[in-house]
C-alpha cells in the first residue's frame, strides 16, 4: 500500500492562535486529499475535498474561512485552522487517493489538536 | 437516514476464535464500493478489505472476509482466528460512485481476550 504522513501528530496551541497541519503522500501523486476530523469515541466526518490545483470542497456545517485548504501539489496538503478555539479540539485525519490506487483511500497518522 | 449502520458498539471475542463484525448500508447508487478500517488506540485508520458493488465473490484478505449480500445490503467482517492485536475499533464505510466521498459508520469496539 500506498504511505500518507501527517505533521505535526500532536499540537497544543492557544485559544486565538493558527494551526497548520501537513498531510503528505509519500510514495505516490495524490490527486485527491480529503480531510477528516473525529470526536473523542466518534466516528470520522468528512470536512472537505481537495484536488491538486483547485479550491477545496468543504461539507455542509464547515466553515471555509475557519479550516483553510491547500493542495498545492500531488504529495502535499495543508490544514489551517485559523483562530483556534477549544471546540476546535479533535483529532484530524487526513487522506490521500490517486488514480492508480483506484478509489482507495490511505490515511495519514492523524493529528491530535488541544486548543487550551 | 444513515448510509452506513453499525448495530454492534462493542464486542468480545476470545483468541483464536473468530469474530463478526455487522455492516448494512444504504443507497441507491448501482456502483459503490464497501471497505472496512481497523482503528487502534494510536488513531491511525489502516484498512482492511474491500469490496466493490459489481463484484461477483466475497472479498478475502489474510484472516478478513467480506460476508457480501447484495440483496440484504450488508457487508459484514468476518476476523477468523482472533489475535490479541486486534483489539481495536472496527469501521464500515461505503463510497458511492456519483458522491465520490467515503461515509463511515459509528464504528464497533472489538475486545479480544486470553
Known amino acids: 500500500g500506498a504511505v500518507v504522513s501527517q505533521h505535526p501528530s500532536r499540537v497544543i496551541c492557544k485559544s486565538g492562535t493558527s494551526v497548520k497541519i501537513e498531510c503528505r503522500s509519500l510514495?505516490?501523486?495524490?490527486?485527491?486529499m480529503f480531510w477528516y476530523r473525529q470526536f473523542p469515541k466518534k466516528s470520522l466526518m468528512l470536512m472537505a475535498t481537495s484536488n491538486e490545483g483547485s479550491k477545496a470542497t468543504y461539507e455542509q456545517g464547515v466553515e471555509k474561512d475557519k479550516f483553510l485548504i491547500n493542495h498545492a501539489s500531488l504529495t502535499l496538503s495543508t490544514l489551517t485552522v485559523t483562530s483556534a478555539h477549544p471546540e476546535d479540539s479533535s483529532f484530524y485525519i487526513c487522506s490521500a487517493s490517486g488514480w492508480q490506487w483506484n478509489s482507495r483511500e490511505f490515511f495519514g497518522p492523524g493529528t491530535r489538536l488541544t486548543v487550551l | 437516514a444513515q448510509k452506513i449502520t453499525q448495530t454492534q458498539p462493542g464486542m468480545f471475542v476470545q483468541e483464536k476464535e473468530a469474530v463478526t463484525l455487522d455492516c448494512t448500508y444504504d443507497?441507491?447508487?448501482?456502483?459503490?464500493?464497501l471497505f472496512w478500517y481497523k482503528q487502534p488506540s494510536s488513531g491511525e485508520m489502516i484498512f482492511l478489505i474491500y469490496q466493490g458493488s459489481y463484484d461477483q465473490q466475497n472479498a478475502t484478505e489474510g484472516r478478513y472476509s467480506l460476508n457480501f449480500q447484495k440483496a440484504r445490503k450488508s457487508a459484514n467482517l468476518v476476523i477468523s482466528a482472533s489475535q490479541l492485536g486486534d483489539s481495536a475499533m472496527y469501521f464500515c464505510a461505503m463510497r458511492e460512485e456519483n458522491t465520490d466521498k467515503l461515509i463511515f459508520g459509528t464504528g464497533t469496539r472489538l475486545q479480544v481476550f486470553p
Open positions: 443507497t441507491s447508487d448501482p456502483s459503490y464500493g
Open positions: 510514495d505516490f501523486q495524490a490527486t485527491t
